[in-house]
């Protein structure tokens, strides 16, 4: 059951990054297509990435999965990590 979970999982974040990568790639240059990734990485793909680590995680509590509080928090902080890449690029800029 676990394994088949983590292939549905992959497949639906493929899913998403395929419905939304498009829209990170439309503009002209190459810095408003960097802009339009760290949009992209930060806007819709860390907060993904966080609701379904939650998800797993909650899973593998319930389940009973050793470790699974660890893994739970490695995603979690990954997520957090990716939805604050904006906010690091940002004040790199700013010096």
Known sequence: M????L???FLAVTA?????APDA???GDVIER???LIDFISNRLGPIII??????????LILGIPGSVQK????????IL???ISSVIGMIQGF
């Open 34 to 36: 960097g802009n339009g």
């Open 16 to 20: 998403l990054i395929v419905l939304y």
């Open 7 to 9: 292939h549905l999982v």
């Open 82 to 84: 990716l939805t604050s």
């Open 25 to 27: 790639f439309a503009a």
């Open 51 to 60: 609701g379904l680590g939650l998800i797993g995680g909650a899973g593998a």
């Open 72 to 79: 739970l928090l490695a995603v979690v902080v990954g997520g």
């Open 2 to 5: 676990p394994k088949f979970f």
